[in-house]
């Protein structure tokens, strides 16, 4: 969400995405305000929430924007008066050509006229050959089908243009508006990945703790000598894929001097391989600053 605005490949989605993302920090902010670890003073520091970008995200993208970024309806309303003045004037066109059916109706007493839009004709008024008799004079023919005529008015042409006109011209600005606002994104490209980072950083932290908390794990204790020591130690994906039975726990005693080879011996699915990857796992776990799948470990 970051590189796509720098490399100006960023659709409206995209960026509502990131405002999404952005409008959660202040409540992650206040939450790491109620801890003294230090670790997680230093990330809260590194969190930016970039208030002024994310007021102009929630301003300026609609809640569900389209993926394409120059049909228009991804500017929210109110944040663009030019734009706020070009909509009405579209929208006040096609009020008066949706009310055009039954003034028309009513005119000419033909209850079957019809109003219609196709992309290749425009706006029309549609009468079937039944009633082309009862047919005004001010109808200019548009075009003929097999069992009906379909015309337009002056005013008709008149409220299409402004319409038409209206829409195309707001989706350029719209397009213009965005491109602004993205480029605006791309300027605080550092800022956003400075968050990024320490959210992730956060969000492994959190998941261990969660995995630690859920699994019954145990702090290690690290120090300097040669000695691996782990009491009660378990498999921590096995014993999470066992339903019916309990991952019955082993110990490990290894070091330099006395036991630097342990030799595992059993028949076949005995869980020799089990073994051998849970005591790696428990030492990697412990590297990796996580608590450990074990009653203790040295």
Same mark, same amino acid.
């Given at each position: 969400?970051?590189?796509?605005?720098?490399?100006?490949t960023?659709?409206a989605r995209?960026?509502?995405?990131l405002?999404l993302?952005?409008?959660?920090?202040p409540t992650?902010? =206040?939450?790491?305000?109620?801890?003294?670890?230090?670790?997680?003073?230093?990330i809260?520091?590194?969190?930016?929430?970039?208030?002024?970008?994310?007021?102009?995200? $929630?301003?300026?993208?609609v809640?569900?924007p389209?993926v394409?970024i120059?049909e228009? @309806?991804?500017?929210?309303?109110?944040?663009d008066?030019?734009?706020?003045?070009?909509?009405t004037?579209?929208?006040d066109?096609r009020?008066w050509i949706?009310?055009?059916? =039954?003034?028309?109706?009513a005119?000419t007493?033909?209850?079957?006229?019809?109003? +219609?839009?196709?992309?290749v004709?425009?706006?029309?008024?549609?009468?079937?050959?039944?009633n082309l008799d009862?047919?005004?004079v001010?109808?200019e023919?548009k075009?003929?089908l097999?069992?009906?005529?379909?015309?337009?008015?002056p005013?008709?042409?008149k409220? $299409?243009?402004?319409v038409? +006109?209206?829409d195309?011209r707001?989706?350029?600005?719209e397009?213009?508006i965005?491109?602004?606002?993205?480029?605006?994104?791309?300027?605080e490209? $550092?800022?956003i990945?400075?968050?990024a980072?320490?959210?992730?950083?956060?969000?492994?932290l959190?998941s261990l703790?969660?995995a630690a908390?859920?699994?019954?794990?145990?702090?290690? $204790?690290?120090?300097?000598?040669d000695?691996?020591?782990?009491?009660? +130690?378990? @498999?921590p994906?096995?014993?999470?894929a066992?339903v019916?039975d309990?991952?019955e726990?082993n110990?490990a005693?290894?070091?330099?001097?006395?036991?630097?080879?342990?030799?595992?011996?059993g028949?076949?699915?005995a869980?020799?391989?089990?073994?051998?990857r849970?005591?790696a796992?428990?030492?990697l776990?412990?590297?990796?600053?996580?608590?450990?799948?074990?009653r203790?470990?040295t």
């Amino acid at each position: 969400l970051a590189a796509r605005p720098t490399a100006g490949t960023a659709n409206a989605r995209d960026l509502r995405a990131l405002s999404l993302s952005l409008l959660q920090l202040p409540t992650i902010n =206040d939450e790491l305000n109620h801890t003294s670890a230090e670790l997680l003073g230093d990330i809260r520091h590194r969190i930016d929430p970039l208030p002024e970008l994310t007021s102009l995200l $929630e301003n300026a993208i609609v809640d569900e924007p389209p993926v394409q970024i120059t049909e228009g @309806h991804i500017i929210r309303e109110g944040y663009d008066a030019q734009l706020d003045q070009l909509r009405t004037g579209a929208s006040d066109g096609r009020q008066w050509i949706a009310n055009l059916q =039954d003034s028309e109706r009513a005119r000419t007493g033909i209850k079957s006229l019809k109003v +219609g839009f196709n992309k290749v004709f425009g706006y029309y008024i549609e009468v079937s050959k039944a009633n082309l008799d009862l047919v005004p004079v001010d109808y200019e023919r548009k075009q003929t089908l097999v069992n009906a005529e379909r015309y337009v008015t002056p005013e008709l042409k008149k409220q $299409e243009a402004h319409v038409l +006109g209206s829409d195309e011209r707001s989706h350029e600005m719209e397009y213009e508006i965005f491109v602004r606002v993205r480029e605006r994104v791309a300027q605080e490209r $550092e800022r956003i990945l400075s968050s990024a980072r320490a959210i992730a950083e956060l969000d492994m932290l959190v998941s261990l703790a969660l995995a630690a908390m859920q699994n019954n794990y145990t702090r290690p $204790e690290l120090n300097n000598s040669d000695q691996l020591l782990i009491t009660d +130690g378990r @498999h921590p994906v096995v014993e999470r894929a066992l339903v019916d039975d309990l991952f019955e726990p082993n110990d490990a005693q290894l070091d330099c001097q006395q036991r630097q080879l342990l030799i595992v011996t059993g028949p076949n699915m005995a869980g020799k391989s089990t073994y051998l990857r849970q005591v790696a796992l428990i030492a990697l776990m412990a590297q990796m600053g996580s608590f450990v799948p074990a009653r203790a470990a040295t």
